[in-house]
């Protein structure tokens, strides 16, 4: 699915308007009428609602919604919140709709003085959509919103929060609501896919209003949200008669004194993730750990008893795939041996964990290693990899500056994953819980994408297809465990082709 820019957004409407053909009240009402659906979903008809409905296009889908509502036996309070000078033309259609069923439900909210106690139950924000540019000064609003955000409520927002910001990020200070569950139409925002944005948006979903397909198609953007139909276009089948060797040579080095568990996790998510053969170079210490551990797994083990200390070039060209870091350690000789991997490699390689860190010290390897390498960091190893930023916003566009000058696809880790690509692209995850939030996580998503690198997908198939599947994994899980309890070894045992 594509993240469009607010004005691509518009402009698909327009297109829509004029080429489905269908008049923009009609949309209006479209839209609507799946936000009642997820309503009564959500909440029965005893449920006490309340609507702030602005005097724009939002505010007209928040008037819509009310109609529908009593329709369904609903009843429902409607504030229109008198915040411009006019109202926009759809908006004044919805408010004549409700007023000739239900006049006694209307009340007009000019000043602060005029706000409603607020109440228990359910708050439809419906007050300013996505067309924001400026931050909310006007006191009656900031009254507003404040009162919202302070009630028990469960605040439902339309579209998008009133106040936030889809496109830059949100000064602290602003004055926005905070929402429970967002219903945003066609399109998630970009926005939504940071960590400072949960705090205004909460839980968000995403509905098709069946805007025209073609303009859709049109639209350049290079920011996308990976569903499952996306991944299922990818997943090559397996054939009857062929063998391990068919599914490749998987080259895992891991693992030091203490934290073998790193080298057990990403070497059985290499395997389950399909790879044929999986092979790990550990130090000497781990090799009891690791045949024990991992039955299917062949070993190599390094001439240091507690490290990672040589990496044979005659092992480098024989794999399919390598990939490097998961209880790595950074030791001296280790940095050496990382740079003995980087000279002899011609292929892509996944950095993982220490090996990001070892990178980190020495930052002039990273104009000699090969194209498309895959980097997996969390955000604080990708802050010591490229440099600090001030929020996600910045960040992203570092993230994908770094992609670009050094040909590598950054797997940036938590919440919608972000997967940037040397061409620019980025491309948001849409699977994985809270309970993924676990040491080993990471570890068994350098084995996943490792394992799909080595059945011969691209790097930049394997590492979108290889966080879907990860997070993927972490849901499945989720159905037997709490998101407390889930630990890595849970998401390889739930790994599961789609």
């Known amino acids: 699915m594509k993240i469009p820019s607010i004005a691509q957004i518009r402009e698909a409407d327009a297109f829509t308007i004029k080429n489905e ?34 005097m724009g296009n939002n505010g007209g889908d928040g008037l819509a919604i009310a109609r529908m509502l009593w329709q369904n036996n609903y009843i429902c309070e409607v504030y229109v919140v008198k915040h411009a000078k006019k109202y926009s033309d759809d908006c004044q259609i919805n408010l004549k709709r409700l007023r000739e069923f239900h006049p006694e439900c209307i009340h007009e909210i000019n000043q602060e003085a005029e706000i409603p106690s607020l109440h228990t139950g359910l708050i439809v924000d419906a007050v300013l959509g996505s067309g924001l540019n400026k931050a909310v000064t006007d006191s009656f609003l900031c009254t507003l919103f404040k009162q919202i955000n302070q009630s028990s409520a469960f605040v439902f927002s ?51 209003i069946g805007l025209h397909p073609d303009f859709i198609k049109k639209i350049e953007t290079p920011y996308y949200y990976t569903e499952e139909t996306d991944i299922q276009s ?34 059985k998510a290499c395997l389950r993730s399909g790879a044929g053969i999986v092979e790990l170079h550990i130090p000497e210490s781990g090799y009891q750990i690791m045949q024990s551990c991992v039955n299917e797994a062949l070993c190599s083990c390094d001439s240091h008893m507690d490290m990672i200390t040589e990496i044979k070039p005659d092992k480098i060209l024989k794999a399919n795939a390598i990939a490097v870091g998961p209880g790595l350690g950074t030791q001296p000789d280790t940095v050496k041996a990382l740079n003995t991997l980087i000279k002899h490699s011609h292929q892509s390689l996944v950095f993982d964990a220490d ?21 997996t960091p969390h955000p604080k190893e990708f802050e010591r990899l490229a440099g600090k930023t001030q929020n996600s916003f910045q ?19 938590g919440a919608h994953t972000s997967v940037s690509m040397p061409n620019g692209k980025v491309f948001f995850n849409s699977t994985g819980n809270p309970g993924m939030a676990c040491g080993g996580s990471g570890d068994v998503l350098t084995g996943i994408i490792t394992g799909l690198l080595a059945q011969g997908y691209h790097p930049t198939e394997a590492a979108v297809i290889g966080v879907y599947l990860h997070g993927k994994a972490g849901d499945k899980a989720l159905e037997t465990h709490s998101s407390a309890s889930l630990i890595a070894s849970d998401i390889i045992e739930a790994l599961c082709c789609i």
């Open 21 to 54: 053909p269908i008049a923009s009240i009609d949309l209006m009402e479209r839209a609507a009428s799946l936000c009642v659906k997820k309503i009564m979903h959500l909440f029965d008809n005893q449920t006490s609602i309340m609507l702030f409905c602005g």
């Open 355 to 375: 090996a990001i860190n070892i990178i980190a010290d020495n930052k002039t390897w990273l104009e000699f290693l090969p194209a498309y390498c895959i980097f």
């Open 234 to 267: 990818l997943i090559k089948p397996r054939l009857k008669f062929s063998h391990k060797g068919n599914y490749g040579h998987a080259f895992i080095i891991a693992g030091s004194k203490g934290m073998m568990g790193a080298a057990v996790l990403a070497a």
């Open 395 to 413: 960040r992203l566009n570092l993230q994908r500056e770094f992609s670009n000058k050094y040909q590598c696809i950054i797997v940036l880790k």
């Open 158 to 208: 339309i579209d998008i929060p009133s106040g936030f910001f889809a496109e830059t990020s949100m000064d602290t200070t602003a004055s926005c609501v905070k929402s429970d569950f967002v219903f945003t139409f066609q399109f998630p925002k970009l926005a939504y896919m940071f960590p400072e944005s949960y705090h205004y948006v909460g839980e968000w979903e995403v509905s098709d």
